[in-house]
């Protein structure tokens, strides 16, 4: 289906994911603790968020905050660049779909550490404003290890590459500078877009089991080919994309 009346939502606005809970990967098994005040990790953790954050007012800066959006339609857009067509409601509606399902199938696995470690977040720690003044109240309240995005972002380059193989490494590319985008916000650390990683990555490899997930990846893929061969084009400044995602690219993580 892609009508979100059929498939419900998990929160206010956003799909129910393809995979029950009782299929979730268990981020708090599958993660170390994150590192420890005082510690040398901790140390190196916020040496590399600093490093980071130097980028905030910079064009790198400007496509991280445009990253922090996860609501559609606007967050259809974030790998179309990579893709290589535009991704909507109305041209692509199984592709829209996909990443709207897959994005609770990778974000709510994380809660279980996130409530866990309730590790705050170094807008917190070290009191700094963080790129989304608006949301920092929210945020406060909601652990920072793992990054949920950073799950979100790496599981939709995961399942892209799936969709769109040929496409893999601008994908991956564009994945990874999605997750590095929430410590060049202030948002999380280095640590946590790691951790965040991994579990998006479990999580796509727990919706292999999922048939309706399956059935609708093969959809996507016809969309994309359909929309390839005639000639759709992504909407956005994919070269100024590419060279923000160039300029922090042989930065860790």
Request: proline residues 9%; aromatic residues 8%; glycine residues 6%.
């Amino acid at each position: 289906p892609t009508n979100p009346t059929q498939i419900g939502d998990i929160w206010p606005g956003y799909l129910a994911p393809y995979l029950p809970e009782s299929a979730w990967p268990d981020s708090l098994a599958l993660l170390p603790a994150p590192p420890a005040p005082g510690s040398p990790a901790y140390a190196a953790d916020t040496a590399g968020f600093q490093a980071l954050a130097r980028w905030r007012d910079t064009p790198r800066g400007a496509l991280a905050i445009r990253d922090a959006e996860l609501h559609f339609p606007a967050a259809a857009q974030a790998f179309s660049c990579a893709l290589g067509i535009a991704v909507s409601e109305a041209a692509t509606p199984h592709l829209h779909t996909l990443l709207r399902r897959t994005l609770a199938d990778a974000a709510a696995p994380t809660y279980r550490a996130k409530t866990h470690y309730r590790r705050a977040r170094p807008f917190t720690a070290l009191d700094i404003p963080s790129c989304t003044p608006a949301e920092e109240a929210s945020l406060a309240r909601d652990g920072s290890y793992p990054s949920g995005h950073s799950a979100i972002g790496w599981a939709w380059a995961l399942v892209l590459t799936e969709v769109a193989p040929d496409r893999t490494d601008a994908l991956l590319q564009r994945g990874r500078a999605y997750t590095q985008s929430r410590a060049i916000c202030g948002v999380h650390w280095p640590s946590d877009v790691e951790a965040g990683r991994l579990v998006g990555a479990a999580a796509v490899a727990r919706l292999q089991s999922s048939p309706v997930y399956r059935a609708q990846r093969e959809a996507a893929r016809q969309e994309v080919a359909a929309s390839r061969a005639a000639g759709a084009r992504p909407a956005g400044d994919c070269a100024a994309e590419a060279a923000a995602i160039a300029s922090t690219a042989s930065m860790a993580p």
